[in-house]
């Protein structure tokens, strides 16, 4: 069963600092893996997708990596600003079993970014 | 487009009552899925569709939990009796369909569900 982990569970950082969120997965049959943000009280936003044949993806202050081999993603933000200030969520999509749609998600990293 | 839409936004019931939760997917989305989230669960696939059908309810906690997606537009999640222990954050995603490595899922903005 895929289990997906994300530490740290909260990051606190002043404004202008750049950070790495980490996230683990222990089956390594994965199809892709997402970023998502989480703003209090709303839905989900997709940020990055990575797929498996890929080893990172960009978008603007935001780059994201994978590493299958070793179960592993990096959500690397520059510069970070006090709107960055969210839930972020790492989740991945396998493909053993027959769930190749079934999206795994971790508990998420509340980042907080002070002015 | 204005994306997965979702009614009701906030629900408060007691226990006991029936629950209807609402799911519009985006237009051209093939798959609609419903997901559960929960401090102590994190976010939990609860049931997947494929061209309005459904292909894995494995993540339905009970009986007392059902979905129907009557059309390629409309997907309903019923709770029918609530209990407490359903308190959470229902969310409803939909995507493309077709090439799974490329499907990206779009989700909604949810519905809090509180039984009292």
């Known amino acids: 069963k895929q289990e997906v982990t994300q530490i740290p569970a909260a990051l606190s950082v002043p404004e202008g600092e750049n950070l790495v969120l980490n996230c683990s997965f222990t089956?390594?049959?994965?199809?892709?893996l997402q970023w998502f943000r989480q703003d209090p009280g709303k839905g989900l936003t997709s940020l990055l997708l990575?797929?498996?044949?890929?080893r990172e993806q960009t978008s603007g202050r935001l780059n994201a990596s994978l590493d299958k081999s070793s179960g592993r993603s990096t959500l690397y933000i520059a510069a970070s600003q006090p709107g960055d200030s969210a839930t972020y969520l790492c989740?991945?999509?396998?493909?053993?079993?027959?769930?190749?749609?079934?999206?795994?998600f971790g508990k998420g990293t509340l980042l907080t970014v002070n002015p | 487009d204005a994306g997965v839409i979702q009614s009701p936004r906030h629900e408060v019931t007691e226990m006991g009552q029936e629950v209807t939760l609402r799911c519009k997917p985006i237009?051209?989305?093939?798959?609609l899925f419903w997901y559960r989230q929960t401090m102590m669960r994190g976010l939990e696939l609860l049931i997947y569709?494929?061209?309005?059908?459904?292909?894995?309810d494995s993540g339905m906690p009970e009986d007392r939990f059902s979905a129907k997606m009557p059309n390629a537009s409309f997907s309903t999640l019923k709770i029918q009796p609530s209990e407490p222990r359903d308190s959470a954050v229902y969310f409803c995603?939909?995507?493309?369909?077709?090439?799974?490595?490329?499907?990206?899922?779009?989700f909604g903005p949810g519905t809090r569900l509180t039984v009292l």
């Open positions: 990575i797929q498996s044949s890929q």
């Open positions: 995603a939909s995507s493309l369909g077709g090439t799974i490595s490329y499907n990206e899922q779009f």
């Open positions: 569709f494929n061209n309005n059908v459904p292909i894995d």
């Open positions: 989740a991945v999509l396998g493909n053993s079993g027959g769930s190749n749609y079934k999206l795994t």
């Open positions: 237009s051209g989305h093939n798959s």
């Open positions: 089956d390594s049959a994965i199809y892709n």
